[in-house]
């Protein structure tokens, strides 16, 4: 969705989950976002957007930084983030789990301290943490795992 006007992208998540909840084999109670990089900002977005959304994981995307645009979060967050990532930086990262806590709302967050931006991404050939990435996939999985669960 590179180069997509911001309102367009907005409507093409929104769209997507619409379609989800309309296949007869998906519980509409159970849907959940995930990203890395820019699709973490989308995963985040759509929190923002659909009350509805039933988990939510942020694999280093840009933050909210609005209280009142916090304030419409209802999906529990995992948020996995960089330490030495210069575009979200883990004073961004504390703001936001800050603002989130306050607000009353769930958040994990884990800040890996000697990794970058990309790190969970192999193709990254000097920024690749493959023990971060192996510890944040297993922390999504599980994150998942109980937040979807069934009842």
């Known amino acids: 969705m590179r180069g997509v006007p911001e309102d367009r992208a907005k409507r093409d998540l929104q769209a997507a989950f619409e379609f989800l909840q309309s296949l007869p084999n998906v519980r509409k109670d159970r849907i959940g976002s995930i990203g890395w990089c820019m699709g973490g900002s989308y995963s985040l977005d759509v929190a923002l957007q659909e009350p509805t959304l039933a988990a939510t994981v942020i694999n280093y995307g840009h933050l909210a930084t609005d209280p009142e645009a916090i304030r419409k979060i209802n999906a529990p967050i995992l948020g996995l983030f960089g330490g030495q990532d210069h575009g979200i930086t883990p004073d961004d990262v504390h703001k936001f789990e ?7 709302k769930k958040i994990d967050v884990k ?33 998942l795992a109980e937040t979807l669960k069934k009842q």
């Not at 800050?98 to 009353?104: H, I, R, S, V, Y």
């Not at 991404?121 to 996939?137: F, H, K, M, V």
């Open 98 to 104: 800050a603002t989130m806590k306050q607000l009353g």
């Open 111 to 143: 800040i890996y301290d000697d990794a970058g931006h990309a790190f969970e991404n192999p193709n990254n050939t000097n920024g690749y943490r493959p023990d971060d990435a192996a510890d944040a996939w297993k922390r999504t999985v599980s994150f």
